[in-house]
């Protein structure tokens, strides 16, 4: 990741705390232990939710087949325009998660097999966290993965524990990976199934 990639990161993240929630791009090991954990060769339809500056949606392209169709959907208009630089033919949408069915439609994807997120999920508010789940398990496929991250300081939340709960109450299946301890701050994988 470029100097001037890491600085854009810090100011977002300064400007605009409750859409980016982190004071940097994840580290290589977090977006490796993001996409290592799903069957590649069984998805057709991949989203990645809050790509930033595209540490995750390097290694989703590495992973998925070549058919399997992807889009990423990021509300920050200068992440946009970084990811469209850094991944020319990618196809960014500008806009809110919650309006995912919309996209779905707007991509001409049906329903997604996969859904990856870089959310800052402790920074929303209970209505938040509920709304965006609810339309992602409206267009999420049955036997669909889900995988998101918690910096382990973050923990001490209330938010980030009331998000940790609603994922066992939304997901069949919800799997904590070990904690990278590389990432700053140290984060771990929520691997969550249908």
């Not at 290592?36 to 809050?50: D, K, L, P, T």
Request: hydrophobic share 40%.
């Amino acid at each position: 990741m470029s100097v001037q990639s890491c600085s854009r990161f810090l100011c977002e993240s300064l400007f605009h705390p409750g859409q980016v929630g982190a004071i940097g791009p994840s580290s290589h090991s977090l977006a490796l232990r993001m996409v290592r954990w799903i069957n590649w060769e069984r998805v057709g339809s991949v989203a990645e939710y809050g790509p930033g500056t595209g540490v995750v949606t390097e290694q989703i392209l590495r992973s998925k087949q070549q058919d399997t169709r992807f889009f990423a959907v990021e509300l920050n208009p200068h992440f946009v325009e970084t990811l469209m630089h850094r991944f020319p033919g990618l196809a960014v949408c500008q806009d809110s998660v919650a309006n995912i069915e919309a996209i779905c439609r707007q991509q001409d994807v049906p329903a997604l097999d996969v859904v990856i997120s870089g959310l800052p999920w402790a920074a929303f508010s209970d209505r938040q966290q509920n709304e965006y789940l609810d339309a992602m398990l409206k267009v999420l496929n049955p036997g669909g993965y889900f995988a998101t991250f918690a910096y382990l300081p973050g923990m001490a939340l209330p938010s980030a524990r009331r998000f940790r709960r609603k994922l066992r109450d939304y997901f069949n299946e919800v799997r904590i990976d070990r904690t990278v301890w590389v990432n700053v701050p140290p984060a771990f994988v929520y691997q969550c199934r249908l």
